[in-house]
């Protein structure tokens, strides 16, 4: 069968996603639906109590495959009157906003995580990156000039996130964990050489009209592919021989002390005893 997604739910704006647009964003969505079976595998491979990382990414990928469903059906998005190269409406796809909203702060928590950055400054960083999203709504929103001057505010803020990944973080005291330093330094590249693009797209799509809405699609969901999965997965596999206690992390109450134990011992580490139950209430007779 073919796709019907936009018989079924037709474009709203002159300017507008094609059928060709929607199989592209079909056909990101198995991906990013695929990965995200694959991580729910491998977050429950790692002992109860060590699975932070893995459950944040988890959450990147579930945002991304309800974003790309949602887009992919030619839904979620909004006309806006277009300021350069002809006249009409374009389509904004606010629901990829929504996404960034929800999906850029965790890949950033993902890399400080593994930081001896105060949580101040992981905070303000999370902070400017919800800020970067913001702008890039509000700017796509705008027919008028004044798009560009939210488009600035959302670039100053991105510079912020640029520098917290590749200078003031790296300068932070790490765990003495083998290979922690390294698997970040190498992962906030990755992820900081993605966020030199994503502008460059804001800029020839919602800011300048310059691409049509399916060039838009491909363009950004290629960037999505490679900072979402690619990055994860890649990031994840570097960690993967770290000793979760090099974090300084608690993942919730619960510990699995005995699958705890077993992996320090697998790695030649000293195995951490249980805490001594707390002793039972007296009882007190009236």
């Known amino acids: 069968m073919g796709n019907h997604a ?50 944040l990414a988890v959450i990147i990928l579930t945002t991304l495959s309800v974003s790309y469903f949602s887009m992919a059906s030619d839904l979620g998005a909004t006309p806006i009157q277009v300021e350069f190269r002809g006249e009409g409406t374009r389509q904004i796809f606010y629901v990829r906003y929504i996404q960034w909203f929800i999906t850029f702060p965790l890949l950033l928590l993902e890399l400080l995580l593994a930081t001896g950055l105060s949580l101040s400054d992981i905070m303000t960083t999370l902070f400017m990156g919800v800020v970067v999203v913001i702008m890039g709504l509000i700017g796509a929103l705008v027919h008028s000039d004044y798009k560009w001057g939210y488009y600035t505010f959302g670039c100053a803020a991105l510079f912020y996130v640029w520098y917290t990944l590749l200078w003031h973080a790296p300068r932070a005291a790490f765990a003495e964990a083998t290979g922690l330093k390294r698997a970040y330094l190498t992962s906030a590249g990755w992820l900081s050489f993605m966020l030199i693009t994503y502008p460059i797209a804001w800029a020839c799509a919602e800011g300048g009209n310059v691409i049509s809405v399916t060039s838009e699609m491909i363009w950004y969901g290629i960037l999505d592919i490679l900072a979402g999965p690619g990055f994860l997965f890649f990031y994840l596999f570097q960690l993967r021989t770290v000793d979760y206690a090099a974090f300084g992390l608690s993942s919730g109450k619960y510990t699995d002390y005995s699958a705890g134990s077993a992996v320090r011992a697998e790695k030649g580490l000293p195995v951490q005893d249980a805490p001594a139950a707390a002793p039972a209430p007296a009882t007190v007779t009236q």
């Open 6 to 55: 936009l018989d079924l739910n037709p474009p709203n704006a002159d300017y507008h996603l094609s059928t060709h647009g929607s199989d592209w964003l079909w056909a990101a969505f198995s991906v990013f639906a695929l990965s995200l079976l694959v991580m729910i595998g491998f977050d429950f491979m790692r002992p109860r109590g060590t699975r932070l990382f893995h459950q």
